[in-house]
């Protein structure tokens, strides 16, 4: 749920049901794709972008009801007519990974979420669709958790993101604390950057919360898969918690042994 951290999270695996896995893929690819679009190689930013609207070219194809001779939105145009997917989140998404490549800072943790609310909400409001969810506060706790997963990944990411000129700390936080980017670019965790990264461990945790209620509410795999997803999103902040924000020398990730200790919580909806 949510693009750019699909190591940590079991998004689309073996676990879903099978009426609905094709189409997970489907969703994926186009995710995948577009955001490398945006953020891998060597392209300029004009470059990029101009791919990125070839990409918007074949949403409209497809909400016109053409099928586009891409196989990948070939792919994707079956999938949504076969399960009547509402075309905007996809059009969300291609608006994050517009502004991955015109955006680099964020003033806010309003402004984040706002990003977020693009680049992560359209997969899990889309997933719900496929599952046949439309209550409100589902998808309001959706939101919640693909907003966290975002800001996990953007804790995480601090310096992979740094080298592509991109920071995804709010600029408020880092002035409140004293730390310029300069100190990101040394990856000095010095003076108050685990009190900082603390705060925003917080908030992260703060969103995935109001979320988690959504996963023991949803039956079958797809309940079981949402448990994964939470559990792993708590599990990278506890990790990150554990080391005070030092996600330079020593980047957080899932091993075997939480991998066990989810799934056998996951398996007891606790």
């Given at each position: 749920m949510g693009v750019g951290h699909y190591e940590n999270f079991p998004v689309g695996s073996i676990l879903l049901p099978r009426r609905i896995r094709r189409a997970v893929h489907a969703i994926y690819r186009f995710a995948r794709s577009a955001d490398d679009i945006a953020d891998e190689g060597d392209a300029s930013a004009d470059e990029r972008l101009a791919a990125l609207?070839?990409?918007?070219?074949?949403?409209?194809?497809?909400?016109a009801g053409k099928t586009p001779d891409d196989a990948l939105y070939a792919?994707?145009?079956?999938?949504?007519?076969?399960?009547?997917?509402?075309?905007?989140?996809?059009?969300?998404?291609?608006?994050?990974?517009?502004?991955?490549?015109?955006?680099?800072?964020?003033?806010?943790?309003?402004?984040?979420?706002?990003?977020?609310?693009?680049?992560?909400n359209p997969v899990g409001r889309l997933m719900l669709q496929l599952m046949g969810e439309h209550d409100a506060r589902r998808v309001a706790m959706s939101d919640g958790i693909c907003t966290a997963l975002q800001l996990i990944n953007f804790l995480q990411d601090v310096a992979p993101d740094w080298k592509k000129g991109r920071v995804y700390l709010p600029q408020d936080a880092l002035r409140r604390y004293r730390i310029d980017e300069a100190q990101i670019g040394r990856a000095d965790t010095g003076g108050l950057w685990g009190a900082m990264m603390r705060d925003q461990i917080q908030r992260a945790r703060g969103m995935l919360a109001a979320g988690a209620p959504l996963a023991q509410q949803m039956k079958g795999r797809f309940g079981f898969e949402l448990r994964?997803?939470?559990?792993?999103?708590?599990?990278?902040?506890?990790?990150i918690h554990q080391v005070d924000g030092d996600v330079f020398r020593q980047r957080p990730v899932l091993d075997s042994r939480d991998w066990a200790y989810m799934v056998w919580r996951a398996l007891r909806k606790k």
């Open positions: 609207a070839v990409c918007r070219a074949r949403l409209h194809e497809i909400e792919e994707l145009a079956r999938e949504i007519r076969r399960h009547a997917l509402p075309m905007q989140p996809f059009h969300d998404l291609l608006d994050a990974f517009v502004q991955d490549v015109t955006v680099t800072r964020y003033e806010t943790f309003g402004d984040l979420v706002s990003y977020c609310r693009k680049s992560a994964m997803i939470v559990m792993g999103g708590e599990r990278i902040l506890y990790k």
